[in-house]
């Protein structure tokens, strides 16, 4: 769909993903889903809440994964 969302899960990346890379993606995402890459001022307030709710549904999903072979579930039960 968009290649300059990176995967943000190992082993992609070496350790879990910052806040700053799933809001980037996020609104890459949402650039690319709506075809806008600033929306104008009237559109501003649902662009924002759109991009905070897939950082938000992003986070919650790397969370949730078990990667098999990385020692990142390991690493997330200890932490």
Do not use: W
């Not at 949402?30 to 501003?44: E, I, M, T």
């Not at 790397?62 to 997330?76: F, K």
């Amino acid at each position: 769909m968009c290649r300059s969302i990176k995967t943000l899960r190992p082993p992609a990346l070496p350790e879990e993903a910052t806040e700053d890379e799933i809001r980037a993606a996020a609104l890459q995402y949402v650039r690319k889903v709506s075809g806008f890459r600033a929306p104008a001022a009237h559109n501003r307030e649902v662009f924002d809440r759109a991009v905070d709710a897939i950082a938000e549904a992003t986070a919650e999903l790397l969370d949730g994964l078990e990667v098999r072979g990385t020692g990142a579930s390991a690493a997330r039960e200890a932490g």
